[in-house]
């Protein structure tokens, strides 16, 4: 996959009396971008769900679960005429580094294609 390779941050805490995640991403340069997500565990029915909104007016919500050590969390929304389905996989889950896969598939997830791939490492 062609593509730039950049570097940002991402800090996450725990808040609402550990009830939710919360993620604040953020990358600086010629192009500085920031996005935040809240995610929580939904009992009721067993799914995590996370809400996502960034510096470019986006919003997005997910709904997903953690299976097979991966957490893969999805949605789905009409563009044009076509229903696009997209999808963060978190793979390779370590104390100090994460592997997260962004997809996006036109065909009714038959074929997936990586928009963004990205290895956090913490900081020491």
């Known amino acids: ?3 730039s390779k950049q570097s940002g941050a991402n ?3 725990k808040i609402l009396g550990g009830c939710v995640i919360e993620e604040n991403f953020s990358t600086s ?3 500085p971008y920031s996005g935040k997500s809240l995610s929580v565990f939904d009992a009721k029915n067993g799914k995590w769900k996370q809400t996502w909104v960034d510096s470019g007016g986006e919003y997005l919500d997910f709904v997903g679960e953690f299976k097979d050590a991966k957490m893969m969390l999805g949605r789905e929304f009409i563009e044009g005429n076509k229903t696009i389905r ?5 793979s390779n889950i370590q104390a ?3 592997e997260w896969n962004w997809e996006r598939s036109d065909d009714q997830g038959k074929t997936w294609k990586t928009n963004w791939k990205i290895q956090y490492k913490r900081r020491k």
Request: proline share 0%; aromatic share 6%; glycine share 12%.
């Open 1 to 3: 996959m062609k593509g």
């Open 86 to 90: 997209q999808r963060k996989i978190f």
């Open 29 to 31: 340069g010629a192009n």
């Open 11 to 13: 800090i996450i805490h």
């Open 96 to 98: 100090d580094s994460i």
